[in-house]
């Protein structure tokens, strides 16, 4: 471990067949109710770390985290990694964009500490977003949502897609969509505006929408969203909070991405008239004022390119992680200066308030504006680590944590 001046240390470490077996002991004894699922992602995930290949390919001595927690590399042969979400029997699937594919990553079964990364699908129109349920793998592809059904014990020989619903549309700018699973088993929907800043039908454009696991009853719940592409649910609550990611070509430092919170269904957030609650817009903030909108529970920064983001509920970070916000900053694209290109940490009070901002993991970004990684994603695993996918190294990180 090399520690740097400002007490955040940079880490790789090899974990041994001694260590996993006595991290599936420990699993099994503190977790005495815990699924066989629980058990084996937890297993397969401690595992992966020792990728060695992957470990020598990217430079993530240069990632500095806060004390006590420690970066290592799950796989780097996921080109264009975006959106994840781990199926019941620990497999983890990994949307991309321009790649057109969808990944598996795996245990190998003859190799006890290498993955093996599977494409389960190619061809598709950049497909950002995949969500599990009921063993079925469900995948955006701009105006489709698809469905595999039986994915993980068909991952050599993956079904043809059944399409659940195909009335999205059809623009590519800002077509690629999150989705995730609500707690209410509805499918939700990110809809970007198809443009940097326009009025389109609010019913089709720059909103959240949602569907049953059928594609049945469409909904709209969110709108004046310019393009939302991270979601979760706040623990205890089951209330929706998102990223926007704020308009272009207004300067350097405005308008300010966003996070926000849904409230109540149909909510209005701004877009394209009011931008971060308070900036109106050069070109059609005229027709409607920012005290008309629902304003941003917290500003990230403008031009920050803030995507995935997720409410921490694992339990192996200290407690007072519990129930904070990581978002995961993609960076800035046409910025004079670059900014972003990190993960944060945004801590809620009691009430849901915002009381801070803090930079979790950086490093990405050099200070001479040379960029070698770009998060996009964030997953907890059953074990309480944390997973960041990188679509411009084309890796996955894991993060974990133990006491200094």
């Not at 990217?58 to 994840?84: C, H, K, N, T």
């Not at 321009?98 to 190998?108: F, S």
């Not at 694209?333 to 801590?347: D, F, I, L, P, Q």
Request: with cysteine.
């Amino acid at each position: 471990m090399r520690r740097i001046p400002d007490g955040r240390h940079r880490v790789r470490r090899t974990p041994t067949a001694t260590w996993l077996a006595r991290l599936a002991g420990q699993i099994a004894g503190r977790v005495r109710h815990a699924s066989p699922t629980y058990l084996l992602a937890s297993v397969i995930f401690a595992l992966a770390p020792s990728l060695s290949n992957a470990r020598d390919a990217l430079p993530i001595e240069r990632l500095a985290l806060p004390p006590g927690f420690y970066v290592e590399v799950l796989s780097d042969q996921v080109p264009g990694a975006r959106g994840m979400s781990l199926g019941p029997k620990g497999t983890l699937f990994v949307g991309s964009r321009g790649q057109g594919k969808v990944y598996a990553i795996t245990l190998d079964p003859s190799r006890a500490y290498a993955a093996k990364v599977r494409t389960i699908a190619s061809g598709l129109n950049m497909p950002v977003g995949v969500a599990m349920r009921n063993g079925a793998l469900y995948v955006s592809a701009v105006s489709r949502i698809l469905k595999f059904d039986d994915i993980e014990n068909r991952l050599d020989n993956p079904p043809k897609p059944v399409v659940v619903f195909d009335k999205l549309p059809t623009d590519t700018h800002h077509g690629w969509r999150y989705i995730a699973f609500g707690p209410d088993k509805r499918l939700y929907v990110g809809v970007g505006a198809p443009c940097n800043s326009c009025r389109r039908d609010e019913n089709r454009y720059a909103m959240i929408g949602s569907m049953k696991p059928d594609g049945s009853d469409w909904r709209v719940i969110a709108r004046g969203v310019r393009n939302t592409v991270g979601f979760d649910w706040q623990p205890g609550t089951n209330t929706l909070w998102f990223t926007d990611n704020g308009r272009d070509e207004m300067g350097d430092d405005v308008p300010d991405d966003e996070l926000n919170r849904l409230t109540r269904a149909g909510e209005h957030f701004g877009y394209p008239y009011c931008h971060a609650g308070d900036v109106a817009d050069p070109e059609f903030g005229r027709m409607r004022t920012c005290e008309a909108f629902t304003p941003p529970m917290a500003r990230l920064g403008p031009h920050v390119a803030a995507l995935g983001m997720r409410f921490y509920t694992g339990r192996q970070f200290p407690e007072n992680y519990r129930g904070s916000i990581f978002i995961a900053e993609h960076g800035s694209w046409n910025r004079s200066r670059k900014v972003g290109y990190r993960v944060v940490r945004v801590v809620l009070d009691a009430r849901g308030a915002v009381t801070k901002q803090e930079v979790f993991a950086q490093g990405w970004l050099a200070d001479d504006d040379t960029v070698w990684g770009r998060p996009v994603g964030l997953l907890t695993l059953p074990d309480g680590s944390l997973l960041i996918s990188d679509d411009y190294a084309g890796a996955i990180y894991r993060i974990t944590y133990r006491k200094p």
